[in-house]
């Protein structure tokens, strides 16, 4: 079965940048949609941020312009760029994946089948 690994959080300013990382093992993301989600520490839901199908990269409203998912070419790791962080950031980080065709909206926390266990991200003003 396939396992998430999410790295790449920590303390950064507002403004700063900030790259996180998901790696899979135990079988190669080619056959699934993958999506970036968090939980902000004012929360108690996920958001989805942006996720990636066979219909392409696809962003939450409110996230484009400042994220950027992209996916390394043996289809094992994801990333996500975050540029131009905001303390509204913070919060824990998700890779989240779904067997292409068993889903409605890869944005869409409810309809993802396997997580990570979260990086987490610390924006200070």
């Known amino acids: 079965q396939v396992q998430l690994v999410e790295s790449g959080g920590g303390l950064v300013q507002a403004g700063d940048s900030l790259s996180l990382t998901c790696a899979a093992s135990g079988d190669s993301l080619s056959h699934y949609a993958m999506g970036w989600f968090r939980r902000k520490a004012s929360e108690k839901e996920r958001e989805g941020i942006s996720c990636l199908s066979t219909s392409g990269y696809e962003y939450s409203d409110s996230m484009k312009g400042r994220f950027t998912m992209s996916i390394g070419d043996a289809n094992d790791v994801v990333f996500l760029q975050m540029n131009n962080l905001k303390p509204e950031d913070t919060g824990v980080y998700y890779c989240?994946?779904?067997?292409?065709?068993?889903?409605?909206?890869?944005?869409?926390?409810?309809?993802?089948?396997?997580w990570g266990t979260g990086t987490t991200v610390t924006v200070s003003s």
């Open positions: 989240a994946i779904v067997p292409e065709g068993d889903y409605n909206n890869c944005l869409r926390p409810y309809d993802m089948d396997l």
